[in-house]
């Protein structure tokens, strides 16, 4: 899936490096950052210590196929982290943010590439409503290993979707889900919404039961209430 990788001691955002050099199956990877992105452009604290990268993919992805891809990647992300998930794709533990991932389309509109970035806490200071592996396990990790254990779950994962997967992938989400039967708050575009997750759609939506009637959403914040 990688054939170049792109070192940075420092850097502003790898997402940003990958847009620019927009080349597929890169790996652009950085020790700190000093414009770490989150969703709804929020920022990503990127001290030392921590992981940081994104991968450009191929172009053997339909475009419409990003929302699994970005629940995809929590699925990989949580298996070789050994934790959970808050959808859509935050990997948690015990309800705290060990790792974030941003996908995103760049390029042009009628042939993008596609970015995925991950941040993982690992050995660096925990930031606000985090958790790191080393706050979980108490010891300091090989952010070399984590890395190549992110890595080789995501390839899997990835061809995994490419391959006809989805079902397979959405019932593994599902299990690792933190999110499904608890009341929680969604955020989108078209509003809030309060209610009991009940279900992973098949395109990725969550279902919610809100206040007796059944609405679907697609991409937005959660809460739990
Ligand atoms: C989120 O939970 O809101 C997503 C956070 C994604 C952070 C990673 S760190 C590597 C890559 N570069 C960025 O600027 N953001 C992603």
Not at 15 to 42: M, S
Not at 95 to 105: N, P, T, Y
Not at 160 to 173: T, V
């Amino acid at each position: 899936l990688i054939d170049e990788v792109y070192y940075y001691t420092v850097v502003d955002s790898t997402n940003q490096r990958a847009k620019e050099v927009a080349k597929p199956k890169t790996l652009f990877i950085a020790e700190r950052q000093t414009e770490g992105r989150g969703r709804y452009g929020r920022r990503w604290m990127s001290e030392c210590g921590g992981l940081y990268f994104s991968i450009t993919l191929p172009r053997d992805l339909p475009i419409e196929d990003v929302p699994k891809l970005t629940l995809t990647t929590g699925v990989a992300v949580a298996k070789a982290l050994r934790a959970r998930l808050k959808w859509p794709n935050d990997v948690v533990y015990n309800g705290r943010k060990l790792c974030g991932i941003l996908c995103e389309l760049f390029g042009e509109i009628e042939d993008p590439m596609i970015v995925v970035g991950v941040g993982v806490n690992v050995n660096n200071p925990t930031p606000p409503n985090g958790v790191s592996l080393k706050d979980i396990h108490g010891r300091e990790f090989n952010r070399l290993e984590v890395l190549k254990d992110v890595l080789i779950s995501f390839e899997r994962y990835y061809f995994k979707l490419l391959n006809g997967g989805w079902g397979e992938i959405r019932n593994e989400w599902k299990h690792m889900s933190e999110t499904l039967g608890k009341d929680v708050v969604v955020r989108t575009a078209k509003g809030v919404y309060t209610g009991r997750a009940l279900d992973l759609d098949g395109d990725g939506g969550l279902i919610l039961d809100v206040g007796g009637k059944i609405v679907k959403v697609f991409s937005g914040d959660c809460f739990y209430a």
